[in-house]
Structures are given as C-alpha cells and as structure tokens.
C-alpha cells in the first residue's frame, strides 16, 4: 500500500509525488488520461517536423521561481521568449475617446479600488462609459488572463497597480517556455519521484476511514492509502463522490466549477517576425502572438479567443482571422484542442465566476482530515498557473505530512 494516493497526474499531482518521494514518502498516481501533464499538453503539429508545441499551458514569469526550479532540477532548459518587435491594435483607431478611455483605464489600476476590482469586465466597461475600440483592447488581455465571459469574471482577475503603466508587464509575465515541452517537467517530476502511475484510470469515489483512504476507479478497482491528495481540476470535481461530503464553501465551488472558457489557436504562417502582437478583435480572435520559427521557415502564432465569442473554430476561421491581423501573411495551418469539451479539465485556467471568487481560496481547501487537494485552480498563489499548481502541492504535502504521515 503507497502512502498518498494521488488523483491526477498533471503538474500539481506529479509534483506532489515528487515532494513526497524527497520525504521518503511513496505515492501512487492515478491519471484518467492515457498521458501525464494534464492541462500542460505539449505535442507535434499535424504534419509537423519541429519539436513539440503547447496546446495547453505554455509561459512561465520571471517570478516563477518553483517552475524554474524544477526545470533546471529535472535538467530541462528554459526557451526565452521572442522579444517585441512589432505590436499593432487592430482594427487601428486614432479616435480620442479611445486613448482618454485607456487613461481612464490606467487610473483605475493605479488606484485598485475594491470597488471597482469587483465589478464584473462587463459592468466596468459599463460603468465608465468606454467606447468599443477600449473594450477590444482590454478583452484582449482579458483573453490571455481572467479568461471568462465578460458578464461573469471580475475586473480585478486582470486589472492591478502594475498595469498602471500598459499592458508591457502583462506580455513580461510571458518570459520563457520548457525546452521540449511542459509536459515533460510532469513526466520528469513522476520519473525522479519513483511514483507507480495507472494511466487511462479515471477516480470516481473517494472514501475517508480511520486509518486510510480508499478510492474507487471507473474500472470497479480500489486502491487503499494512507492519505489522499485530490489534484483535480475543480470543473470535474463533481464526477467524484466524496464520502464523508466536502464541507460547504468547498462543496459549492465542487458544484459551480470556474467559469475559464478560451479557444488557444496554433497557426503556422509565413511571413510574420517572431514577437509580433496584434491585439484587437479579427474573426473572434482576439490576441495574436508571433511566437517562433519553425524548422520549416514557417511561423507559429498563438492566437486567443474567448470561447463565448467563438464557439468551435475551424481553419477557415483562422485563416480570415490571420488575413486580419496579419495582413499579406500566408497562411498554411492552424490546430488546437477543445478543452471546453475535454471531460477530464472542462475548461482552460481558473475563471472565477465573480460572486463566488473567494470560494477558490486555499484556506477553503482543506486538509480535510486524511484528504489533501492542490491544483492550480485553488492555488495558495499564482492561481491559475503553473506556479500555483506546484506551490499547491508543496502545500498539500506539507500539511499531510506534518499531521496524518507523521508517524
Ligand atoms: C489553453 C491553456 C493555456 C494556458 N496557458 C498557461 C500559461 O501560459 N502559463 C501557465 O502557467 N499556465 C497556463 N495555463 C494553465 C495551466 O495549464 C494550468 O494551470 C496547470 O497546468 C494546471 O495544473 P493542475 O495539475 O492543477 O491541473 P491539470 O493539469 O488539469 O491536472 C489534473 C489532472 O487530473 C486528471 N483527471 C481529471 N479527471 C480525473 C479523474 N476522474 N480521475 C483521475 N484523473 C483525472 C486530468 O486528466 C489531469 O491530468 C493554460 C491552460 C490552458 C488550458
């Protein structure tokens, strides 16, 4: 019997492996899908020849320094990002109601009034009165951040004191990415760790003893433990039965889920400098990075879109949305995967719905007794990000490992 049954093998359950293993404490991992990594999904372009893409999670901020940490411990590298050569807003407006509302815009990050941080995007935008062509600009970074509904998610998941001066600090906090992948950094984490893993085993209910756990997969099979670390994504949280019930800030966020709702388009062009950025609204698309050249010559660009303006895209939509943002550029493919249909995450990063934003915080999450959760979606900080996901399972195995694995 391991000490900690994990439930899932994205970077917080695989770093929590790794951090039980550096406590001569072993896990097992138990992984629904047939890979590791979980919303870090790095894999080759159809018809590709270069190295690995990110259809998931990509960027890590200087700040970051647990992601970094384990990057350079598992001997991985890190890609700097392509500095900013070019950066247009489109469609392109001299109007100057557009540059009073962005001014507008900077005051109130400067300020973070409470107030205001709360507002949902939608009634903010309200509020001040600000002309269509600001709201496209600010729903770009919102794109790239809240990533919800604008009707749904509060000003504050993007506004703050560092953006008084622009968006710059924004496009700073995407410095680098994993040398072949981010996926690798869970792959490698399970690797060091030891952790016996069953992939392609969906948990569907977690039972609570005096002396163990005991979690019951789709397949019938139960593994016994003596803790549990819950790594889910809280959107499919409500697959599980727990048993005894989740308290009740915990239970509502397992009902409510987050509200993160992005299309992430990988589109190969030519004819784009590496560190171009268009912001603005072309065909749904919303913030359009060029990130990098590939093997071929060609472009990758990185386009976002909120996924309620667009609902599944297709290469067609791409290429007009790249006609628009990159004017004489060629177009030559785009791919992505649907994590809004994904059952295993039902959605990108955490999105908080507004009214219920402080549910997601981690003094909500436990530890329950013999039950430990961690992911990035309830992170202690850097919510929504790698970072979050691994500070979060330093957390939870700590706190297991100073109370119920003690003796
Ligand atoms: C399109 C996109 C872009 C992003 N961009 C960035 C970025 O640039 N930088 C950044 O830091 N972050 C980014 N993120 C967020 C980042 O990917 C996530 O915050 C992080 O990967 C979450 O890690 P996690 O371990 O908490 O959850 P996950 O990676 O979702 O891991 C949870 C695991 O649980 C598994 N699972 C689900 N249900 C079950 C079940 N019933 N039984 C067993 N296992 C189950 C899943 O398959 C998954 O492997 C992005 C995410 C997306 C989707």
Sequence with gaps: ?????????GLAGTMAALALADRGLSATIVEARGRLGGRAFSRALPGDAGP????????????????????????????????????????????????KAMAQW????SAADPRVLSMTVAAYFDDRGFPTSARREILAWWTISGATDPGLGSIGMLMSPALANGFGYKLNELAYTIAG????????????????????????????EAEGVRLQLASGREIAARAAIVALPINVLGQIRFDPPLPEAAARLRRKGHAGRVVKV??????????SLVTGEAAGLRFFWADH?????????VAFALAGD???????QARAALALAFPGAE?????????????????????????????????????FGRIAFAGSDIAPEEQGWFEGALASAEKAVKALAETVLST
């Design 1 to 9: 019997m391991a000490d900690v049954v994990i439930l899932g093998g």
């Design 52 to 99: 690995p893409v990110e259809y998931g999670g990509s960027w890590g901020a200087p700040h970051h320094h647990r992601l970094q940490a384990l990057a350079a411990r598992l001997g991985i590298g890190l890609i700097p990002r392509a500095d900013l050569v070019a950066q247009a807003h489109e469609p392109a407006t001299e109007d100057g109601a557009h540059a």
């Design 106 to 109: 900077r005051a109130d990050a």
């Design 181 to 208: 992948g981010v996926q690798g950094l869970a792959e490698g984490a399970t690797r060091v760790s030891g952790a016996k893993v069953l992939l392609s085993s969906p948990a569907e209910r977690l039972t609570q």
């Design 266 to 275: 990988l589109i190969r062009a030519k004819g784009i400098a590496p560190g």
């Design 293 to 301: 050249l590939r093997a071929d010559g060609s472009t990758l660009v």
């Design 310 to 316: 667009m609902a599944e895209p297709s290469p067609a």
């Design 331 to 367: 177009f030559l493919s785009a791919d992505w995967h649907d994590w809004q249909a994904d059952p295993f995450a039902l959605g990108v990063w955490a999105g908080p719905y507004a009214e219920i934003e402080g549910l997601h915080a981690a003094q909500h999450w436990g530890p």
